[in-house]
């Protein structure tokens, strides 16, 4: 799913009811696969300003992931590989429209990747100095670069490496 228009809003309420709708399905399809899936990413975490789209991180025994995968293209999502980070794999999907827009990946319960994920949200979550000073970055780089979502990433960077240093990370 690309990304045309980089648009950053309040915290949604909504957000949470959009991730357990995606999170139901996903149950279905994977069943017992699926060790956890966990609402990541800045809707995850309550007053974030976000993208308003839903990322997840779906956990799995190492030894189940080509299932997992094989599972999810059952229900319309589309491996898209590991898409130059190790320790996730990405989807895109087709035949989702009653759901919210989403970025879904398939981790393996002992990725960095995942670790990276939760650590980052959990810290976000306790930490509402942190929430504001990320919140208002994103909205000053949605601002600046609405169209180029590698500088939005870039200008935003900072903040989140000040919070990768403080969990050791980095």
Same mark, same amino acid.
């Given at each position: 799913?690309?990304?045309?228009?980089?648009? =950053? !809003?309040?915290? /949604?309420?909504?957000?949470?009811?959009?991730?357990? /709708?995606?999170?139901? *399905?996903?149950?279905?399809? !994977?069943?017992?696969?699926?060790?956890?899936?966990?609402?990541?990413?800045?809707?995850?975490? *309550?007053?974030?300003?976000?993208?308003?789209?839903?990322?997840? #991180?779906? =956990?799995?025994?190492?030894? #189940?992931?080509?299932?997992?995968?094989?599972?999810?293209?059952?229900?319309?999502?589309? &491996?898209?590989?590991?898409?130059?980070? *190790?320790?996730?794999?990405?989807? #895109?999907?087709?035949?989702?429209? &009653?759901?919210?827009?989403?970025? !879904?990946? =398939?981790?393996?319960? /002992?990725?960095?990747?995942?670790?990276?994920?939760?650590?980052?949200? /959990?810290?976000?979550?306790?930490?509402?100095?942190? =929430?504001?000073?990320?919140?208002?970055?994103?909205?000053?780089?949605?601002?600046?670069?609405?169209? #180029?979502?590698?500088?939005?990433?870039? &200008?935003?960077?900072?903040?989140?490496?000040?919070?990768?240093?403080?969990?050791?990370?980095?």
């Amino acid at each position: 799913m690309a990304i045309r228009n980089i648009v =950053v !809003l309040p915290y /949604d309420e909504k957000w949470k009811q959009a991730f357990g /709708d995606i999170k139901k *399905e996903i149950e279905e399809a !994977l069943g017992k696969l699926a060790l956890s899936i966990e609402h990541v990413g800045s809707t995850s975490v *309550e007053g974030l300003c976000a993208k308003p789209i839903i990322d997840i #991180d779906v =956990v799995v025994n190492p030894e #189940d992931l080509e299932s997992a995968i094989k599972s999810l293209a059952e229900i319309g999502y589309i &491996h898209k590989g590991n898409c130059g980070i *190790e320790g996730r794999e990405a989807f #895109d999907y087709s035949g989702k429209e &009653h759901l919210m827009d989403h970025h !879904l990946y =398939v981790c393996p319960k /002992d990725s960095r990747e995942l670790k990276r994920h939760i650590s980052f949200r /959990d810290y976000l979550r306790t930490h509402p100095e942190a =929430v504001k000073a990320y919140s208002e970055i994103k909205l000053e780089a949605a601002k600046l670069y609405p169209h #180029d979502i590698d500088s939005y990433i870039n &200008h935003k960077s900072k903040v989140i490496e000040k919070i990768y240093k403080e969990l050791g990370l980095i």
